[in-house]
């Protein structure tokens, strides 16, 4: 499984064809970004929405839920196979969100990296959306039993 990180601040996700417009630490992008202090917020561009991933910067990854894509951010586990295995098996309709965030424009394909980096610089996770985000509902899991904390972005129409 592929992960981003960052260097310490923020993550972002827009689509892929506007974030060679991202600037990064030496611009106002990046100074809107840090200024997320939930766990997602989003900030306005001309050219699109972009989802800031604020609290902690976290190891995040893309998965594959039977409820739709969602955005898994590492917070402990004792390996990935563990962690992963809560993300994916965790039953979000008994959980009361953490967070709603809406409106969330974003569709097609998507790319998360690091807030501080240009847009067309940085490393990067690549994914594709068949039908656009209106909400992301955050999760914060913690499996004591398994010795797993995550947090989970859904997104969702």
Known sequence: MDWVESAGGP????????????????????????????????????????????????????????????????????????????????DLSSMVPSEILKPVHLNGTLVVFDAGAPGGDARRLEFTLTSRVGVVRTYVVNDAEKDVQLILHQLGG
């Open 11 to 90: 993550l972002v996700v827009m689509r892929k064809e506007n974030s060679l417009d991202w600037g990064g630490v030496d611009t106002d992008d990046y100074d809107e970004a840090c200024g997320v202090s939930d766990f997602a917020g989003v900030i306005s561009r001309e050219w699109g929405d972009v989802l800031v991933l604020g609290d902690e910067p976290l190891r995040t990854s893309v998965i594959h839920r039977g409820d739709g894509v969602a955005l898994v951010r590492w917070g402990a586990a004792p390996d990935e196979d563990c962690l992963i295995k809560v993300a994916l098996g965790v």
